[in-house]
């Protein structure tokens, strides 16, 4: 049973013009989600967060947006760099499922072109 | 550099044998989690602990156990190990170990079972 899906397993964005990701969830008890991007070899990065009380959060380059009646997420890359290129998890945790476990997507590998 | 440290990087082992995967959190965090990312399931949660106390479980065999020590570092063993279990074993931390905490993650061990 996915829970968390990233239906998109790749994305191929010019450098300069917007990438965006996105990530659909079924557990309407998740409360707060995560995006974590990660390279080869490497563990995932923490890259931004919402909680579920809020509908956006941006933090420079990258703004989150929650749709809790569509159960769907996206992040918004704006404007892409070719050092964005990696592979890019969205993750939901709810506070009954479990402690701090973490769900998460497949992946999504986004490839940014000079 | 999260801060969260894992060691060893790569194992190779054979199959039935034991390993030991040992991982530092930050400093201050008192929560530690494990996670497997195997090629066709993607990060899969497998245990948290919080302050030496386990608390939460995920999909984890009964053939892996683990543990945190009181000076908050934490094991993983894996014991009759077989050849599915050839993966990537990310531990992370975070502060209070809560659903809204954001969990930091080492580089990863890569285990190897010939």
């Known amino acids: 049973d996915q829970q968390v899906k990233q239906n998109s397993p790749s994305l191929s964005v010019q450098e300069g013009r917007i990438s965006i990701l996105n990530c659909d969830y079924t557990?309407?008890?998740?409360?707060?989600f995560l995006w974590y991007k990660k390279y080869p070899a490497e563990g995932p990065t923490f890259l931004i967060s919402?909680?579920?009380?809020?509908d956006k959060n941006e933090d420079g380059r990258f703004t989150v947006f929650l749709n809790k009646s569509a159960k769907h997420l996206s992040l918004h890359i704006v404007p892409s760099q070719p050092g964005d290129s990696a592979v890019y998890f969205c993750?939901?945790?709810?506070?009954?499922?479990?402690?701090?476990?973490?769900?998460f997507g497949q992946g999504t590998e986004l490839s940014v072109k000079p | 550099d999260s801060g969260v440290t894992q060691t060893p990087k790569h194992l190779i082992t054979a199959t039935g044998q034991r390993v030991t995967l040992r991982c530092s959190p930050r400093?201050?965090?008192?929560?530690v989690y494990w996670y497997q990312q195997s090629l066709d399931q993607g990060l899969q949660f497998l245990i948290q602990?919080?302050?030496?106390?386990?608390?939460a479980k995920g999909n984890i065999l009964e053939r892996f156990s683990a543990q945190q020590f009181p000076d908050l570092h934490s094991e993983l063993n894996l014991s009759s190990l077989e050849l599915g279990d050839s993966a990537l074993y990310f531990c992370?931390?975070?502060?209070?170990?809560?659903?809204?905490?954001?969990?930091?993650f080492g580089p990863g061990t890569r285990l190897t079972v010939l």
């Open positions: 919402i909680s579920s009380i809020k």
């Open positions: 557990n309407s008890m998740f409360d707060y």
């Open positions: 992370a931390s975070s502060f209070r170990g809560a659903s809204t905490d954001t969990q930091y």
């Open positions: 993750a939901a945790s709810a506070p009954r499922v479990g402690g701090g476990k973490l769900i």
């Open positions: 602990y919080y302050n030496g106390e386990e608390r």
């Open positions: 400093s201050g965090d008192l929560s």
